[in-house]
Nanobody
Framework: QVQLVESGGGLVQAGGSLRLSCAAS???????????MGWHRQAPGKQRELVAFITRDGSTNYSDSVKGRFTISRDNAKNTVYLQMNSLKPEDTAVYYC???????????????WGQGTQVTVSS
């Protein structure tokens, strides 16, 4: 079983910064590899949307709404993905979820896993 644990959310004023972290772990060494990792967010009354993702070799992609303000990175040795959020705006307020495409050690099957979410609130 793979778990993704997020941290770093909170309340910040507009223009401020936050850094989210998401660490992946697997029971009984069940992780063969962690492929793409990403961050999504869901604001009240809205659909979940992709914020950014990063491949294992470091290629990145961002939604237009965060391009130039957010930076996604990862530490493969720690199975951790980060989201540095700068110049935050009230419209960035949402629950942020990380996800990871994981290859199982035993079956070699790929499966997408999600974290439990962390709240980010930006006050005006």
């Amino acid at each position: 079983q793979v778990q993704l644990v997020e941290s770093g959310g909170g309340l910040v004023q507009a223009g401020g910064s936050l850094r989210l972290s998401c660490a992946a772990s697997g029971s009984s060494g069940s992780i063969f590899s962690i492929n793409a990792m990403g961050w999504h967010r869901q604001a009240p009354g809205k659909q979940r949307e992709l914020v950014a993702f990063i491949t294992r070799d470091g290629s990145t992609n961002y939604s237009d709404s965060v391009k130039g303000r957010f930076t996604i990175s990862r530490d493969n040795a720690k199975n951790t993905v980060y989201l540095q959020m700068n110049s935050l705006k009230p419209e960035d307020t949402a629950v942020y979820y990380c996800n990871a495409d994981v290859t199982n050690l035993f079956s070699r099957a790929n499966r997408n896993h999600w974290g439990q979410g962390t709240q980010v609130t930006v006050s005006s």
